[in-house]
């Protein structure tokens, strides 16, 4: 072997899976504390999971719900917010609009050569509330 680094290289870079992410960041636009509660849908995640995070006034609150080997092919489920979740709510608050509505959320996607994150955007503002 005349290049055994060249080699080396090559088969590291054939032998990488890559990865898939879907993080979910929620923006406290409002002037108060919020206390977020959250609940993953099993069906869909393949765990049961519920958190409750408090996130001050401007803040952001990250949600890492998707981190696996492989780069997805097919992404679609990820390309729809809120990906894995089954309800959202705000502590001792009455909300005016559905937080799992697809329209008032923001994906934006991110791609490398074997890797790919979308970033599912919820922000939170005062006409969410009654």
């Known amino acids: 072997m005349k290049h055994p680094w060249c080699t080396l290289s090559c088969l590291a870079l054939m032998s ?10 929620f923006t406290n636009a409002t002037q108060d504390t919020l206390w977020l509660g959250c609940r993953n849908n099993p069906a869909l995640t393949g765990w049961e999971w519920q958190e409750v995070w408090m996130i001050p006034p401007g803040a952001t609150q990250v949600h890492y719900a ?17 990906y894995g979740l089954d309800s959202l709510w705000a502590e001792g608050q009455t909300l005016s609009v559905d ?13 490398g050569l074997t890797w790919i994150r979308f970033n599912q955007n919820l922000r939170i503002v005062p006409s969410h509330f009654d």
Do not use: I
């Open 16 to 25: 990488c899976e890559g990865a898939t992410y879907v993080d979910q960041r």
């Open 66 to 82: 998707v981190d696996q080997w492989g780069k997805c092919h097919e992404c679609s489920d990820y390309e729809v917010a809120p």
């Open 99 to 111: 937080w799992l509505n697809p329209s008032l959320w923001t994906v934006d996607v991110e791609e």
